[in-house]
């Protein structure tokens, strides 16, 4: 019977002292580590998105110092929207300015240019909701909610038409959708880089806005923008004063973008196929100004542009590069009697380049078309 006893502890000695498989010792150890490493990591991430986002906003405090109005704001359901308002209100002519998507500064960035026609004109701009200075409204930014969000602004701000409505970029879409809906209310369009719902015909939603643009909504809110230099604008043609850099600059730092901007661009190729099946509005005059950055004297001023368009000359010297890069838009209008459509060498954003030359064009369009 001792002996038995003396057998069954050494058969659970045994048991207890068997090492563990060598495959079973690293699983542990790597488990172990990964463990270790990925809370890590994650405490070092939630360390440094505090830092950044602490620095936005020790930042922001300081860049309200920065964001004065331009113009005044109305209420809209409860949320204050911004419109400016100036210039000649005896005039015959009431400029009626639209921001594109994507843009927070245009309240700032179109200055130049409005000071080049307020004497002869009444400029008016209206900033859409979670744009800018204006206040989100949380709406769906389908292409009604837009239009009767600019339309509720003018007549609460006791801007009457009709207008001379000139968008920029994609408020193109609105404006061919209120000249559609409302003709009376719109006598003219001056567009600038103005975009039109056919180039939108082989796009989906999801390849024009996808999780890539969602990301970028928290990029914003986090202050990830601050250290991304090529976001901001630059006065490298001398247009715009320190101030309105300075302002300029804490407008992208607070709502370069914005859910509403998301939103905006979530609904663009659904509002651009809406606002083709209506098709054009026949009877409006439309003087439609394009950027080309290969014509002069731009191209010389930009190394960048100019360096791109001597390799492709290198490459085949028989294309006519300044020709061919607007033809698309000129072929897509040129059977179309009541649109007349202009070239004018620069970035896309004409007005932060040469607004005296951009106001030039519109003022001339104006006094012939408009005014005899």
């Known amino acids: 019977m001792k002996a038995d006893k003396n057998q069954a502890s050494k058969i659970t000695v045994t048991t207890e002292t068997r090492p563990k498989s060598k495959l079973k010792q690293f699983l542990h150890k790597f488990f172990k580590i990964f463990i270790i490493f ?13 830092v950044i986002y602490g620095n936005h906003k020790s930042k922001l405090k300081k860049e309200v110092a920065y964001l004065n109005t331009p113009g005044h704001f109305v209420d809209v359901d409860g949320h204050s929207i911004h419109i400016i308002d100036e210039g000649n209100v005896d005039s015959e002519v009431t400029l009626l300015f639209l921001h594109s998507a994507d843009v927070s500064d245009d309240s700032v960035a179109l200055r130049p240019m409005f000071n080049e026609l307020k004497d002869d004109y009444r400029i008016v701009f209206v900033e859409r909701s979670g744009v800018g200075f204006s206040e989100s409204r949380g ?10 969000e600019t339309r509720t602004v003018l007549d609460k701000a006791g801007v009457e038409g009709p207008f001379v409505v000139v968008p920029v970029g994609t408020a193109g879409l609105e404006v061919i959708h209120w000249a559609n809906k409302y003709p009376d209310e719109i006598e003219a369009v001056i567009g600038i ?7 939108y015909a082989d796009i989906t939603t999801e390849e024009y806005c996808g999780f890539f643009d969602y990301l970028l909504v928290p990029f914003y809110s986090l202050g990830g923008q601050r250290f991304m230099e090529v976001v901001y604008p630059s006065n490298e043609y001398g247009v715009y004063t320190e101030t309105q850099m300075l302002t300029r600059r804490a407008l992208v730092s607070k709502v370069g973008f914005t859910k509403d901007m998301y939103n905006e661009n979530l609904a663009m190729v659904d509002n651009a196929n809406k606002v083709a099946e209506e098709g054009w509005p026949e009877e409006l005059n439309m003087y439609l100004i394009y ?8 191209r010389s001023s930009n190394e960048s542009v100019n360096d791109s368009y001597q390799s492709a000359l290198e490459e085949n010297s028989e294309v006519d590069y300044i020709t061919e890069y ?3 838009i000129r072929d897509y209008f040129a059977d179309k009697e009541n649109i007349t459509v202009e070239e004018m060498g620069g970035p896309a954003r004409l007005y932060t380049y040469d607004p005296k030359n951009l106001a030039d064009k519109v003022s001339g369009y104006i006094e012939k078309e408009l005014l005899q």
Do not use: H, V, W
């Open 326 to 328: 607007n033809r698309s």
């Open 139 to 148: 709406i769906d930014k389908n292409i009604d909610n837009m239009l009767e």
């Open 193 to 199: 880089n103005m975009t039109y719902p056919e180039q």
């Open 38 to 50: 990925m809370l890590a990591t994650g405490a070092l991430n939630l360390i440094i998105f505090a």
């Open 291 to 298: 950027a080309n950055p290969l014509m002069e004297p731009y």
